[in-house]
Each structure stands twice: as C-alpha cells, then as structure tokens.
C-alpha cells in the first residue's frame, strides 16, 4: 500500500508454526518425569531457514531436541538460525483458556527490548527472534492444545519502503558471487550461518561484516546496507523477523540522513546449484522516531488457527503414537498424579522395581495381580498347576469363557497371557508347578519329580522380592512359607473363609532368630517390631495336615461371598506397597487396632500405618489389626524348622511329606500336647479326692 510520497507500507509475512511429532513425544516425557503440576514459563528452541522453495510459508519449526539445554545442535546445520521460546504448559483446559495471552506476548516481547537495551543483540543478533507456546497436554487422550506467539515489539508508526526489488537489479553476477563468498567467510569465522550482516560496494567486491562492527565498519558512509536471513519464499514481502530487526536498528543506529537498505537473502540450493538470485532489495523511506520504555513494550504476533481466526490449534495423536508407549504412560499418570497432588513423598520406582511372585492363580492371584498392576509393579510371576474351568471366569477376573474349552487352558500361562494383553509393558511369566505339602506322602517313584519342584520353587523365591501365598489349602503355603522365611523374604499371606478374609505379613526370619534369646514381647504390647512378629503358622498348636481327605464337595473349593476376594487382595497389594515405603521395609514394627484408638504411630509411611494382620468379618463389616510374637515352637518360622530345612534340604522335607508327625516332634509340640494332658488329669485327680 502506498502513501503519498511514492512509499508503500511494508507488509511482513508471519510466522507458521511446524512441529514435528517427536516434540509432542518429548513433552509428554518432560511432563511425566520433568515438570509434573509445574505450570511455570520453561525454556525451549526453535528454527527456522532461508533456503525453503518458492510457495512454502514462512515456518517455525519445533522438534525434539527444542527442549534441550544447548542448542548447539542446530547452529551446524546450514540455512539454520536458531530461536529461543517460553513454553507455558498449562494443567488443566481452564487454566489454558483463562491465562493472560498478552501477558505471555508482552513478557516475550520485553527480553527482546532488554537484549537490545543491554547490547546483547549487538553480539548475537538471534535474540531478535523469540516465540512464546501456551499449551495443555491432555495425556489420557492425547490431544495437545497449543498457541503459537511470535511476538514483535509494537511500534506506532509504520516502516515504509520507496522500493522493493530482485537483488540482481542491485548487484552485478560477479558481486553477487563476492557477496556469496562473504557470507561463507562469517559462516566460518562465526560457526554457524550469520542472522545479519553488513554489506558495502568497493567495485566489483563486496565487504562483508557482523553487527557489532557497525561504527567502523560504515564510517562515512552515506549508504547502509544491512543483510538478513529472510525465512520468506514471497516477491514483494519481507519475513516476520524483519520488524523485530528495524526496531532494533531505530533504536540503536545514527540513520538520519542516511539510505538504509535491507537485503532479504535467500540461500537455496537448485539442481545442484546455489542461488541467491531470488533474494530481495528493499530501499527504505526514513525510519521513525521510536520512544519506547520497558514498562510500556506491547507486542503484536498471535499466530492464527486453521480457520485464519484468532485462537488455539490442536493436535490429536492418539492414533500415531505407539501404543505401547500410549499404555507406559497413562498406566503410570494415576499413579504420578497421586504423587504430585496428594503423596509427594511416595516412592514409585521401588515398587516398580519389584518382583512379585504370586503362589496360586485363581480368585485371590488374579485380583492381586490387577492391583499390583494398578499400583505400578512391572514384574509379576504366576505359579499354579491346575487349569481354567467353567466355574472360573465368574470369579477369576483374567479368565474368559474361551479359556475353559478343549479342556481348559493352564491357569497360570492364561493369566499371564491377560495380563499382557491389559498392558504390554508388564513382564509376566507363568510356570506349571506343584507344591509338596506336608502330610502328603510322596512315593519313591515320584521322588525325582518332587525334588526338581522344589528345586525349581526355591529359584522363583531366590528370584523375587515379595511372595504371595494365594493357595486354596492350608498346608501348601508352608513350603513356601519355610523357603521365604529362609531366604529373607517378603511374604504376604491372604486366606478366605465364607465371610471373613485374613491378609497377614510374616515376621522376617533372620531377625527373628536373632532375637530369640531376647524377652519375649508380653501379649499385652501393642507394638511389635517387624523382627519378631508371627507367620500363618504360629498361632497353631498342630502340623500343617492333608486337609484335602474327607471333605465334602462344597469344600473342595474355597466359597466365599464373591467380593471378600477382590477385598482380601487388594488389602494383600496395600500391605505389600506400605512395607516398601516404610524405611524399615520387613522389620517395621506392626501397629494395631489399639494404636489406632489410643497410641500415634512410631512411623507412617506416606500412605499411612503398616499392620501386622488384616482380620475382616464381613456379616459385621467389622475390621480388626491383631499382631502376633513369632511362636518358638512354630512348625513353619521356628529355629529347628529353618535350620533343618537349611541343613538337610530336600531329606529334610521328604521327612516332614512323609512323616505326619515329624513336625511336631521336631518343634516340641508334641511334647508340648502331652504336658497339657498330664496337667489336666492331674486337676481331675485333685477334684475327685477333695469330692470323696
């Protein structure tokens, strides 16, 4: 548009914004790991180039490497210059619509005026390039909201032009190889593609020089030429980054009296030549007075969206990103929310780290298996060695209809299987196993057999942190209950009646011989160190027996009111995730239902008290937190029982398969039997003397 005097105001193409999909990928992770509830301005890169073909935008480009410290990735590229942006990632859709967009331009805005003010756009005249992004990450669906800003600083009156025109109208075929070859000598003295240089005729030669030399440089020169990397592919008009460059001009250069050029240079390479040829002169009218203070800077430079209109873009990627990926990241932004909001001090990675081995997999393995995974646990083993029925699916949660047919499938491989097809980043193995259970007698022929079954348990509890013992009789859960107490293990117990359930945490072993020539705790002590509480075994007074002879059919299984299952694990998931937050971890002493009422607790974890045992009765909805001492004749955590298993090994165990009393003696429980009974004759005998 042209005024009076023959000049015509200049238009500037405006920015687009072009991001790459990995840049989307890269401020997931940030948000996940880096930033989290922190919506404060954070720093990013971008780029853009001279040397794009005729009809393309003028772009800014994003990827991933925006959010790296250094950028001094992109100073090697050529055609490359480098831009710095604020990133101000909103939480929520609200806080994105209501944050003060002019605020965020204007903020922007004014470093580019301190950066010109302190002289620093002298040095490395890219500070003239700045972007500001408002954004919001809606990670569930993966819908990104963002808001381009490139923010030139506003000026009253317009910069006009007398005359635009090619380049070859101003330069001569061998100035503009001179021209070329200057621009190549600051490329290697600064390392990188110059954003703006100087530019003087002497002949058929052409001087070039940055900046920061501008006093010695156009001494006594009545006619400046400035150069600029001109992202614009359009005849007529300059790119956005131009405006930026005039303002800094007029408010740092003498130019009265003076013609001031401005050179567009666009450096493109054409069937394999470079060209320069496209670039464009513009001969400017007289700049205007500028007067302009820091508290009064305002910016111009939203970009629009793709209906040409004022507002927001958005990208949907939930189709493009990897799946995997997609599942890694939501099944952990629960759990990271939990932490930002409510449990700063939880520590995630140490149940990810742990290795869960869950003994049975049926109704109680496959509720503790999707809890462990809802809490974060990556490595979760099955073991079971029957198959899926018709009666599973029901109650068994990872069981479906299809995995009954053809005679069912084996449990253990079909849970594991579920389970991967619910997220596939778990690492899920499955193994087939029985387990030799005391008072079930094991024949010479089977012998081998049993042994390599117990070998091979012992190498899945070496292998994992925390056992789970989820069987539905008694006396399989004392081999692994032997073997755990050994090796120093976590173990968890959960057991089901028809209305009551029991989730119990065993006493650590090691600390619990230890202390044996310790005073025993009274039973009145409300808190029990973790060294001395009790297993599932030692509140008996009899050997594990075979509990599977003269049962009746509706004992053959455990039946239970269908939901005291899903409580009972998820309880046994709970217990589990509060001793890995308690410093102590096994040895954390066990609070009760009487701390509850009347003591504080010594110490509680982040997500609250670590008890000892879970005791529900569910015809009351009543909940109760026993804790029991470790029992010195128990048949499972005694000193005779560990150190016979530990120096006898599997002789040791076919004695105890074999031998119904063997426990007992071994402990002193039969001993024990018979001092009960003397002493009670003895009070009968005393009775009938005093009647006669």
């Known amino acids: ?70 950028s001094d990735n992109t100073q090697h590229v050529p055609r490359l210059f480098k831009t710095l942006g604020a990133i101000a990632l909103k939480n929520t859709a609200e806080d994105f619509k209501s944050c003060d967009k002019k605020q965020l331009i204007n903020d922007a ?46 000026v009253q009156e317009n910069f006009k032009a ?45 001087s070039t020089s940055l900046i920061k030399d501008w006093e010695q440089f156009f001494m006594n020169e009545q006619e400046i030429t400035v150069v600029f ?14 405006r930026n ?85 939501a099944a952990d932004l629960n759990l990271k929310l939990m932490k930002w909001r409510l449990v700063p001090d939880l520590d995630l990675d140490v149940i990810a780290k742990t290795k869960c081995l869950l003994l049975g997999s049926g109704t109680l393995g496959c509720n503790v298996a999707r809890s462990l995974l809802g809490w974060g646990a990556r490595t979760i083993t099955f073991v ?68 390599k079954d117990v070998e091979y348990l012992e190498k899945l509890i070496d292998d994992h942190d925390a056992i789970f013992l989820l069987m539905d009789t008694r006396e399989s859960r004392w081999l692994p209950t032997v073997m755990s107490a050994s090796k120093g293990k976590i173990l968890i117990n959960a057991a089901l009646g028809f209305d009551t359930f029991m989730v119990m945490r065993h006493g650590h072993r090691k600390g619990v011989v230890e202390s044996e020539k310790k005073e025993t705790p009274s039973t009145k002590t409300v ?65 009760t239902s009487a701390n509850e009422n009347h003591l504080q607790a010594e110490f509680e974890t982040p997500i609250g008290i670590i008890p000892h045992q879970i005791r529900c009765f569910l015809s009351r909805f009543n909940t109760v937190l026993p804790a029991t001492c470790a029992f010195d004749k128990c048949t499972a955590c005694s000193k005779p029982v560990i150190e016979g298993y530990e120096k006898g090994g599997f002789d040791f165990l076919k004695q105890v398969f074999n031998l119904p009393k063997y426990l007992e003696d071994l402990v002193g429980l039969t001993e024990l039997h018979a001092s009960i009974v003397d002493s009670d004759v003895e009070e009968l005998s005393d009775s009938s003397d005093d009647d006669m």
């Open 162 to 206: 007398k005359k635009t025109s090619p380049i070859t109208e101003y330069f001569s075929t061998q100035q503009l190889d001179s021209l070329k070859n200057g621009y190549d000598h600051l490329n290697a003295e600064l390392g990188h593609d110059p954003f703006v240089f100087l530019v003087k005729k002497s002949g058929d030669v052409i």
């Open 245 to 329: 460059l005039l303002t800094y001009l007029t408010l740092t250069k003498d130019l009265s009296g003076k013609q001031l050029n401005v050179i567009c240079y666009r450096d493109r390479i054409r069937d394999g030549r470079r060209e320069i040829e496209h670039s464009v002169v513009i001969e400017m009218s007289e700049l205007p007075k500028l007067h302009l203070e820091e508290d009064n800077i305002s910016a111009i430079g939203w970009e629009k969206n793709q209906k040409d209109k004022m507002g927001p873009r958005m990208v949907n990627l939930s189709s493009t990103m990897d799946p995997t990926r997609l599942a890694e990241n």
């Open 384 to 451: 079971d060695n029957s198959r899926v029925s018709y009666s599973n699916p029901c109650r068994q949660t990872l069981f479906q209809f299809e995995d009954c047919l053809n005679g069912g499938k084996k449990k253990a491989q079909a849970a594991a299987d579920a389970m991967k097809r619910i997220f596939p980043g778990v690492k899920c193995d499955a193994h087939e196993l029985s387990i030799p259970m005391p008072g079930h007698a094991i024949s010479t022929k089977d012998e081998e057999k049993i042994q």
């Open 1 to 70: 548009m042209a005024d009076g005097s023959g000049s015509s105001i200049l238009q500037f193409v405006p920015f687009s914004s072009a991001i790459e999909i990995g840049f989307w990928h890269k401020l997931t992770k940030n948000k996940l790991e880096k930033y989290k509830l922190d919506d404060s301005i954070q720093y990013l890169s971008g780029s853009f180039v001279n040397n794009d073909p005729s009809g393309l935008p003028c772009r800014m480009n994003v990827d991933y490497t925006a959010f790296e410290e250094s």
């Open 229 to 242: 990397s001109d992202p614009s592919t359009l005849q007529h008009h300059p790119g956005w980054p131009l």
């Open 109 to 154: 805005a004014k470093k580019i005026f301190q950066d010109i003010q302190s002289g620093a756009v002298d040095q490395d005249p890219n500070l003239l390039n700045r972007f500001a992004l408002l954004t919001f990450a809606d990670l569930k669906k993966y819908h990104f909201y963002y808001w381009f800003a490139f923010p030139a600083i506003t």
């Open 527 to 591: 808190r029990i160190s973790g060294d001395q509480l009790g297993c599932y075994y030692c509140n008996d007074v009899v050997a594990p027996g075979n509990s599977t002879i003269d049962r009746t059919l509706d004992q053959q299984c455990t039946v239970s009111r269908p939901g005291i299952s899903m409580m009972a694990s998820a309880l046994a998931v709970e217990l589990l995730v509060s001793i890995l937050q308690h410093p102590l971890g096994m040895l954390a002493p066990a609070e």
